[in-house]
C-alpha cells in the first residue's frame, strides 16, 4: 500500500513539474516575442526615455509577459462573465481591444515604469502574444502525452462539481452537418478528406464499424427550415418552401428570419403537440428552431426576443471565451478566411470559371462567420454539454452548405470545409471519452445540395420577369437579380442584433394585382395577393391566359403544381402535359425525371393550407444531377431534383436501425419518430405520445 502511495506521488510531482515546465516555457516564449515586438513596432517600447541596459529591457519585457498572462487567466474569465449579453460575434471581435486593454494594465504595473505602447499598438502586441502563448502550450502538450487527456478531465471534473450529477445512461449528440448529402459524404469519405467517418464506417481501415450510414429523402421543400422543423419538432406542416406569402396575414414567411422561425416552432409545437426532441435535458446550438431545449446557443428562434437568464446560453460562450487564446485563434482565423474567400472568388473570376455567381459585397465576411466563428462556438458549446452530462444536444454546423451555395457543392472550397468538418467530429468524439456518461454520436444532414447554374444566367431573365412576362405586363430589359438565401447570412445579422431582411419581396407586401414571386433554390412560388384564397387553375387562365402555358413550356421549368376546381389538384408541363394528382402513380407525366417519392412529396404540399397559388419547380437533369436555381446559387436545394433531397443518417450500431429491411426513410417527421425512439431506448420517453398507433409508426 505504501509503494503504492510513493509511485502515485510520484506521478503526481512528474506531473506538476511538467505543468511548471510549459508554463516556464510558455513565459519564455512570450518574454522573447515582446522582445521582438518591441524592435519592430515604433509605438511599443521597454525602455525609459533615457534608455536602459539590455538586462533591464530583458526583465521589463519577461515582467511585462508575465503579467499579462496572469491578467489573460485571471482577470480574462471576468470580462467574459461581465460580457455574456454581448453577442458571440461581437465579443469575438471585441477579444482583441480587451487584450489590448489587459496589456497595457500590465505594462503599466512594472514598477519600474519602462514600458509604454499606443492604444492601437497594444491590441496588435495583445493579439500576437495570445496567439504566440497558445500555438507555443499546444506544441509543449503535444509531446506530453496525457496533457490533452488530463486538460480534459481536470475540466470535466470541474464542471461535475459545479452541476448536479449526470443522469443514468447514455447521452446523445446530433451533429447537423448542413447542406451535406448522402453522396456527398460517401465521396468525401472515399477521397480520405473525411477520416472520423471512414473510420467509424470501416471504409478501407480494416477494423469494426462502429456507425452504419442510411440515405433519408426530403419532403419537396428540401432546406433547412422544413428539413429541421420536422426533425426537432416532429412536424413541418404547412411549409411549402422557404419562404413564402401568407394570404390571411398578408406577410412573407421566411425561415431564417427570427420572427418567422418563432412563429414557425409555435405552429409546430401546437400541430405536433409537444414541445420537441429536446425537452428533456436538451441543448440546442446554431439551429433554426429550439427543439423545446433549455440551453440554447445561437438559436434563431429566440434571435428576436430579448436576452435574458431564461433564453440566453451561458456555456457557449463562456466555456469558448473565457480563454483569450481561444477568442484571439477565431479572430485570425475568421479575417484569414476572409482573405482566402476574396483570393478564390478573384481566381474563379480571372479564369472566367462557369457556373459562377457574385461573391463580393459581405459575402466573405458572412463565409468567415460561418465556416469559423459558427462552427467553433458551436463545437465548444458542445464539449461544455458532454462534460455536463446532459442527456440530448443537436447542433447544425452550416459551414458546407454556405460555402457550396457560392462555389459549387464538388468545388475544392467545399472540399476543404468537409475536412474541417470532419475534424470538428474528431474533437466531439475525444471529449465524449471523458464525458461523465456514455455517449452516442448521431450525424445527420437536413438535405444535400445540387448543382448547375442559375435560372437567370442562362436565359438572361428571373422568374419574376418570366411571370410579368405571362401576365402581359412589361418586363425591365436588365434582369433583376434574385438575392441567396442561405442561413448563414440571418444567422450573422442574428449573432449582430440586426434586423433580418426576408431576401426575396417585401416583408408585407402592398396588396395589389401584382403576382408576388419568391424563389427557394430550384423552387419557384407564385401568388396573387388581390385573391384571398388560393386561386384555381380555371381561375389563373381566365384572368391571365398565357401565364400558365408560358410558364410551363418555359424549358428551364420542370413542372407546375396548380389548384384545379375539377381534379383537386394537378400537376403541368410541357406541350399541354395536364396530370391529376390522383393518377400521378399510373402516369408520372412532368415528375418521371424526378424519380420516386416525387408524386408523394407535391400531393402532400398541394395539402397545406399555404400552398402558392402556382408552385412551380425547375428543369432537372438526371444525367448529370444539375438542376436550375432561381436564386444567385450554383449549389442549391430547396424543391425536387438531384442530391438536394437525398440526405443521410449515420447512426451508431448500439441504436436500433433506423427503418427495417427493405423500407425507406421518408420526411423530416419520420427522421424524428427515429430520434425519438432512440432517445427512448436509453432514457425513457423524452416528449409525450400522442397514440399507441404513432408509436408503432415510429
Known sequence: MRARDVRWRGVRWRRVASQVGRSVAVWAVSTVTMLVLAGILPDFRLRSENGDSATDIAVTAAFGAGAFGLLSAVVWPLLVRLLLLVPALVLGLLVFFLNGALLLLALHLNPAERGAAAPETAVVVAAVMSAVASATGAALAVRDDDAYRRRLYRLADRR???????????????????GVGHDTLLDAVGKGLMPTVARWLDIGDGGRPTHRLTPWRTDWSSQTGASQLGILHG?????????????????????????????????????????????????????????????????????????????????????YFSDPANAVRTALSFFAEVGREIGQSTRARLRKQRPRVSRGGLYPFVRAFATVVERDVVVAAVTGDMLVGRTAVFADLVAYDEVAHHSGPASRDARKVLERLDRSLALIENVAEHAPRPYRIVVLSDHGQSPGETFRSRYGLTLGDLVRAGCGMPVSRKAERTRSGAEARAAVRAALRFPVAEGGGQHRPEPGSQPIVLASGNLGLVSFPDVTHRMSKEEIDARHPALLPTLANHPGIGFLLVRSDRHGGVVLGAYGAEIPLADLDDDPGPLAPFGPGAADAVRRTHGFPHTADIMVNSVHDPADGEVLAFEEQIGSHGGLGGAQGRPFLLSPLGVSTPVADGEELVGAEHVHRVLRRWLRESNGPQVPLKTTEEEHAA
Open 160 to 178: 461535475r462539481r459545479s452541476g448536479p450529477p449526470a443522469p443514468a445512461g447514455p447521452g446523445t449528440v446530433f451533429v447537423q452537418l448542413d
Open 235 to 319: 412536424s413541418n406542416h404547412d411549409v411549402p418552401a422557404f419562404r413564402w406569402y401568407e394570404k390571411d396575414t398578408g406577410e412573407v414567411v421566411v425561415c431564417n428570419r427570427p420572427t418567422s422561425a418563432a412563429e414557425l416552432q409555435r405552429r409546430a409545437v401546437e400541430y405536433a403537440g409537444h414541445g420537441g426532441l429536446l425537452t428533456v435535458d436538451g441543448a440546442s446550438r446554431g439551429n433554426l428552431f429550439s427543439g423545446g431545449a433549455e440551453q440554447q446557443a445561437l438559436v434563431l428562434s429566440i434571435a428576436a426576443r430579448r436576452r435574458t437568464r431564461e433564453n440566453r446560453s451561458r456555456a457557449g460562450y463562456f466555456a
